[in-house]
């Protein structure tokens, strides 16, 4: 790997990665009740810790970051400042709107010098045990709500869920810091990492809309369903599974889309709040991202 693909891949994984485990914490936060004042307050030091990452993050990456990852809409869409100001006046919880502001990258690769990669390498280095004790506080707190030690409005599954990204995250970040070539395990990997991760978000969003939604239940069901079938197949690796992968995800962004636009304008009965309907959005364009690079 040589240092302008470092200095790339490390400053778009970050981007992408950072703003949703800031996210994750802000969703645990806002789950505990007041027994748990103090687990609370880790979550609210996580998001705070994830903010300033992305907030260096950001300053660093104007001119440094592919056209293709910014067109992706994987670090912001074009509703996030709206979802994250509507979240956080729902919530009280703070969420700081200025880093989605500044957001407003431009692609290309400058010069880069050995500055720059020492630079990127102690944001690395520092964030990898950032990621493992979040990591740890998402399974204490799991392993508390599965010994029945514990209550919160997170499904278990959505806690294992966010385990499970947090872990790619540290696990990525390592490969990269080892300038490490992603080869074709690695894309074999994502592709049925993600595929489970978008049959968890159409089973989460089944069970966050309120019963009367008949029609979208219907359809995220459907969706559970159809990931639940490729990822059965993914065993035997049929040649056209990345096509059906990429038709999938791509149908399912645009019901996220709209379920979106549906939250954001109070148009759909739910309990899922905006900054979730925008978090989940951008994971499926990453994926699409993933998927179509696979296809060339």
Sequence with gaps: MNQNDYVRLSLELHLFFDRIMKEHSFFLETAFTDKNKNFKNIARDFQQNFSILLAEITNLANNNVSEEFLMANEMITKNTLEAERKTSDLSEVPIDTNITQKQQLKSGITDVNRQLVNTISNINQQTLPLIKNLIEFKTDILNSVLSCKMYTTNYPLLIEHIIHEAKMYYNLLTKIENRQIFDKNYIYEQELFWNNIMKEHAEFIRGLLDPTEKELIFTANKYA????????????????????????????????????????????????????????????????????????
């Design 225 to 296: 369903q159809e990931y639940e079938v490729m990822i059965q197949q993914a065993s035997n690796y049929p040649t056209n599974l990345t096509n059906l992968s990429l038709n999938e995800t791509i149908n399912f962004r645009d019901f996220k889309i709209v379920g979106e636009e549906g939250i954001l304008n109070c148009k759909i009965r739910s309990i899922i709040v905006p900054l979730l309907a925008d978090h989940v959005l951008r994971e499926a364009n990453h994926f699409i991202r993933i998927l179509r690079n696979v296809k060339r």
